[in-house]
């Protein structure tokens, strides 16, 4: 029997809606409370039970929006991280008796270098060297293998490593066609020039002849060099250069380099070398202002006109307190007291100008100290130090105050660099004789 569409048994489709609204009602015998005790149960369990391929999935999904922003913030957070830490990884030395740790942190690595000034001799025409600090990194590379083989391991009194490497770089650069050492106790310098120059000869003044010392340890002689010593021996300015250079075939004399390591006054040395025709000259200790056995051009450069240059004997001054300071820190450093003597004479050593180990000592005033600097001035055509091969807090040298030192080739906080170079194999106390070694070029014109 067909039913009549008003009849109450007839019952209408059941819409989506109702179905989804149905499934979503409580149980009709179910309280108030026992309702919300089970939400609070759904919602524990979600938080707590969901698989771990939810919380990735909403993860890859969301970057999957927003592209590659993120990882590129996260890698951007790193750099500048690294970066703005970097130099606090920075080594302080074991070795000094007083903690560096506070003193680095006041005035800081890298102003620490040269902060004190940096008296730096002016040439006639404002020429530099052509070498740049990548040419002299490349150079450490080469050298520091050469280094380890040197005879001499221990050459106490004599050249560390930063002036051997300032020596062999320079002689191998300017490829001199001969080359003279004034001074070469065990015979260290004269391994290094031949290091660098393999067949040029080499003509040495020394009072004691290198093999004497073979007696007592090791020592070097040279197969291919003239060695004017013992009863032989002859002071670099009474020698006819003239007749040598003819001997040897020199015609040329800016073919020819000078090493002084003689410990006489660089001004009488400089003065002979120029009289003789001579242009290209290395001074091994180019003692700072205060130090030294002997006046050198560091400290005949040294004048008020300067940049870095000049000094007052005020005892309340900035620069007192500074030293005194640095006076515990630094073997070789110089306080106000040791640098000026009687009347405020701080130029040369205390108003005087050493000659010959000290042997010799003649006060000057300041007036002659300043034509000294004049006449100087009037020869040079280049002047440059040696820079320090690294910084002390990854040398963990002592000796040299930084303060009045030029930029390290390897700076403070650059330890991925010196090791890289090898200079962590070498042993720490053949940094510690650095002396603002300097190359000149002079000449009339």
């Given at each position: ?21 149905s ?29 771990f391929?939810f ?37 302080v ?14 005035d ?12 730096w ?8 060297v ?16 050469i ?5 001499i391991?221990?050459?106490?009194y ?14 191998q ?18 391994w ?39 009863k ?59 130090t030294?056995?002997?006046y ?30 640095r ?27 050493h ?8 006060k ?6 300043f034509?000294?600097s004049?006449f ?17 807090s990854?040398t ?26 090898g ?23």
């Open positions: 029997m067909l039913l009549s569409p008003s009849s109450s048994t007839q019952r209408s489709p059941t819409k989506m809606l109702d179905r989804v609204l499934s979503r009602r409580y149980a009709p015998y179910a309280d108030d409370s026992a309702v919300e005790n089970d939400v609070v149960a759904d919602e524990s369990k979600t938080k707590k039970h969901l698989p391929s919380f990735t999935t909403r993860i890859t999904n969301y970057l999957t929006r927003t592209g590659p922003v993120w990882p590129c913030l996260l890698v951007l957070a790193l750099v500048l991280l690294l970066i703005f830490n970097s130099r606090r990884f920075v080594c030395s074991p070795y000094d008796p007083v903690s560096r740790t506070g003193f680095f942190g006041f800081g690595l890298e102003s620490d270098i040269g902060s004190l000034g940096v008296p001799c002016r040439s006639k025409h404002g020429k530099t052509e070498w740049t600090t990548k040419d002299l990194i490349k150079g450490l590379e080469v050298f520091i293998p280094y380890e083989t040197r005879p391991k221990n050459n106490m004599g050249m560390g490593f930063d002036h051997s490497f300032g020596l062999w770089f320079i002689a650069w300017l490829k001199p066609d001969l080359m003279i050492e004034s001074g070469a106790f065990k015979g260290h310098s004269t290094v020039l031949r290091q660098a120059m393999p067949d040029a000869p080499i003509i040495t003044l020394t009072p004691k002849h290198p093999g004497k010392f073979l007696k007592k340890g090791p020592a070097y002689v040279d197969g291919n060099c003239t060695y004017f010593t013992g032989d021996f002859l002071d670099f300015g009474n020698v006819n250069w003239g007749k040598v250079m003819k001997k040897h075939g020199i015609t040329d004399l800016s073919r020819v380099l000078i090493f002084f390591d003689d410990h006489q006054n660089e001004l009488k040395r400089i003065t002979q070398a120029l009289k003789a025709g001579f242009q290209h000259i290395i001074f091994e200790d180019n003692y700072d202002t205060g030294g056995d002997h050198s051009l560091r400290q005949i450069c040294d004048q008020s006109y300067i940049r870095g240059g000049g000094h007052s004997c005020y005892k309340d001054s900035d620069e007192a307190r500074i030293r005194s300071k006076k515990k820190f630094w073997e070789k450093a110089v306080d106000i007291e040791e640098l000026c003597g009687p009347g405020e004479a701080w130029w040369g050593v205390r108003g005087y100008m000659d010959n180990f000290t042997k010799s000592s003649k000057i005033s300041y007036s002659e100290h034509r000294n004049r100087v001035e009037s020869i040079l055509d280049v002047y440059w130090e040696v820079p320090p091969v690294a910084g002390p990854l963990h040298q002592t000796r040299y105050d930084p303060a009045r030192a030029v930029t390290p080739i390897v700076e403070d906080g650059r330890y991925g660099l010196f090791n890289r170079l200079l962590t194999r070498l042993d720490p106390s053949v940094f510690n004789g650095y002396t603002q070694m300097v190359y000149v070029q002079i000449s009339n014109q």
